[in-house]
RNA sequence: GCACCCAUAGUUCAAUGGAUAGAACACCAGCCUUCUAAGCUGGUUAUGUAGGUUCGAUUCCUACUGGGUGUACCA
C-alpha cells in the first residue's frame, strides 16, 4: 500500500470507530476530494448521510468526528474543520505531499496499481472485424475499449485473455469471392469460373497489382459481388451455389476461399497491429459453427427449449422477462446464437474463467440478453459471470449535426485513412521542417495519440460525434497535449541529469496541489476499471497536464533554489503518472517533440 | 405497438447523490533576452419539459418531448 492509501484507510478506520460508537451499525464511509482546494484535500460526508437515522444534527455530528480525529493526532494532517451543512474537511501538510512523491518516483511504472481482481480470470471478446470490408471508425472504438479494458483488469491484478469471432463463411464470403473471381481478372481472356482460376491463378491481380491496400481490395471485392447478386438472378444462383459447394468441401472452392480470406487477414491484421492490437486467440466459425446444435439437441431433452410444427427450435425466456428466439432454423441450420452457445461453452472450458466480456454494439444488447440466458439454462455458466460491454455509437460531426455512418452514403471512416489524414497533416505542418525519417516516426505517433484519444476520452456509453477535421487538430483537450507535456518535462530532467542536478522530495510548498493529484490516481483506475470505461484515465491526464502546465508557466524548475530538487520530483512524478495513464490508454509515450 | 440506449454552453466533451455544473474548440485581448508558445493568462455562453424521492438531484424514480437501436428461423 502506499502512503497515501495507509492514510485514507486510517481515516476511514477512525471514522468508522466514531460513527459505530454512536451507534451505527455498519457505517460505510466514503472520503472524496473536494471540487474547491477551499475545502481542504479531503472531505467526508458521513454526518449528513447518517444524521437522520442517529436523529442528530449533522453540525454536532460532525463536529464530534472533528475532536475524535484531533485526539488522533495524525502526522499528516494538519487541520480538520467543519463546513456546512456538515462536512467534515481535512487539510493535509507538506510531508503529506514528499509521502506522495515518494510513493510515485518508488513505484514507477506499477503506481497506480492494485490487487482488486487477484486470482480473477477473465476473457474479454473484442474487435471481431468482418473479413468482407475494411475496418472504420467504429471498429477502432471497439478495439480501443477492448484493449484498455484489458489493460486496466490486468493493473488491476487480473489474467485477461482477449479473443475475436472471424466469421469466415457463408453467403457474404461467397459473395466476396464472386466479386474478385469476376472482377479481378486481368483481361477478359479469363474464363470466370474457380477451375479456370485454379490453373491460372497469374490471371488474376493481387492488391499490389492494382496499388490497393488488402482490405481496400477485398471490399472492393466484396460490394461488387454483392452488387451482381442483387441484381443479377444467375449470379445469385452461383453464389448460393458456392456456399453448398464450400460445406460439402469442394477442394477448388475451398482454395478460393482461402485465398481471398487470405487478403483479408492481411488488411485486418495490418491496421490492427498499427493500433496496437492483442488477441490471444481467434475462433474461426468455420471450425466450430456446427457445434452449437448439440446443445441445442441437449436443451430440447432436457424440455428448456421447445420445437415448433416446421421443426424449428424456440427458447423459453419467460422466467428471464425476455422476447423467446429461434434457436435452430427449421431445415436444421444454425444461427449466430446457436454458435455463440457453443462458443461460450468452449471459452469456459479452454481458458477456465471466472468472468467472460463480450465489447459489442449496442444493438446487440438483447440477443447477448437472449444468450447469456440460454446459457445460463443450459448449465454453462451463471449470468453474473457474463457481461455486455456496449458502447454509443461513432457518427461524423456534419454542419446539421451528428450522422450515423453509412456504407450507402459512402460516409464510412475507414481507421487508415484517418490516422493518414493527421498524419500528413502534422508532417506537412509542425514537422516540414525535420529530419524525414525521424518526422515521419514522430507523426505516426502522434496522430495515433490524436486519433485514440479523441475516442478514448468519452465516456463509453455516449455517442461520439467525429470530426474529421477536429481529430487531426493537435490544440486544446487532445492525445497530442498530453505527449507535448510530457516531452516537456523530459525536456528538463534531461537538462537536470546533464547538469547532474539533485532529485529529492521534501517538505516544502510549492506544486502541492499538482502533487495531491498524483494521489488521485489509483482511485481513478478503480474508478476507469469498474465502469469499463476509461474514459476516466483520459479526462484525469487532460487535468493533470493542464494543472503542470500553468505551474510550469508560472514558476521556473531550474531555478537554482533550494526547491529545486523537490519541483524537479514533482515533474518527474508527473511525467510517471502520465505515462502510466498513457499505457493504460495504449498510447506510445514520445521522449522528444 | 413493445423493449433498450441517449439528451449539459454556438460546437465537441466532463462532473463515485454533494459545496459556486468543469474543460476544449470558436471569438476577443494579452504573454517568448528565462527550463519545448503543439504552451500560458483574462473575457461571454448550458443541465429538453413537468412532477416525485432526498438535508441536498445533471446524477435516482414517473410521465412527456425529441433522437437512436432492436423486435424469433438474416448475418
Redesign the pocket.
Known sequence: MTKNELLNAKLKQYLIEYFKDLGVKSPEI???K???S???DI?S?SS??Y??ELGKN?FVIANGAIDYLKAKEIAEIADVKF?????I?FYLNSKYVEDILRDVIALGNKYGNNDLFKGEKWVIEHTSP?PNKAMHLGHLRNNLIGMSITRLLEFCGAEVVCDSVD?N?????AKLMWGFLVHMKKNDRAQTSVEYWHSHREEWYNPDDINQLPDVFVTNCYVMGATDFKNDSSVEKIVRDIVVKWENNDILIRELWAHVLKYSYEGINRTLNRVGNRWDKTWHEHEHYQKGKEYVELGLTSSIFTR?E???I??NLTDYNL????L????G?????TQDIALTAMKKELYKANKLVWVI???????MKQLFAVCEQLGVGKLNDFTHV?Y??V?L?TDT??K?MSSRDGTVVLIDDVIDNAKNK?LE???KDRNVDEAIE?AEK?SLAAVKF?LL???????????VE?AT??????G??IL??Y??I???L??ASLAGFAIEPQAVDTANDIVKKLALFGVVVI?SVESF?A??IA?FL??L??DF??W????????GSMDQPHKLAAAKAVSQVIKNGLVLLGIDV????
Request: glycine residues 8%; aromatic residues 6%.
Open positions: 466514503n472520503l472524496e473536494p471540487a474547491l477551499e475545502h481542504g472531505t460526508n449528513l448521510k444524521a437522520k449533522p463546513a456546512a451543512p456538515g462536512y474537511n468482418n466469421n463463411r457463408g453467403i457474404a464470403i415448433l416446421d421443426g424449428a424456440l427458447t422476447p423467446d428466439t429461434i435452430l432454423k427449421k431445415d441450420t444454425s444461427l449466430y446464437i454494439g449496442p444493438e446487440q444488447s438483447m440477443a456496449s454509443g455509437y457518427g460531426k449535426g451528428f450515423k502534422i505542418g509542425p514537422l514522430l502522434l479523441s476520452k468519452v465516456e463509453r456509453t455516449q455517442d461520439v460525434a467525429f470530426d477536429k487538430e493537435m490544440q486544446g483537450d487532445t497530442v497535449y507535448y507535456t516531452a516537456r523530459n525536456s528538463i534531461r537538462k474508478r470505461s474514459h476516466h479526462q487532460l487535468q497536464c493542464s502546465n500553468s510550469y508557466n508560472r514558476e521556473i524548475i531550474l531555478d514520445v521522449e522528444k517533440m
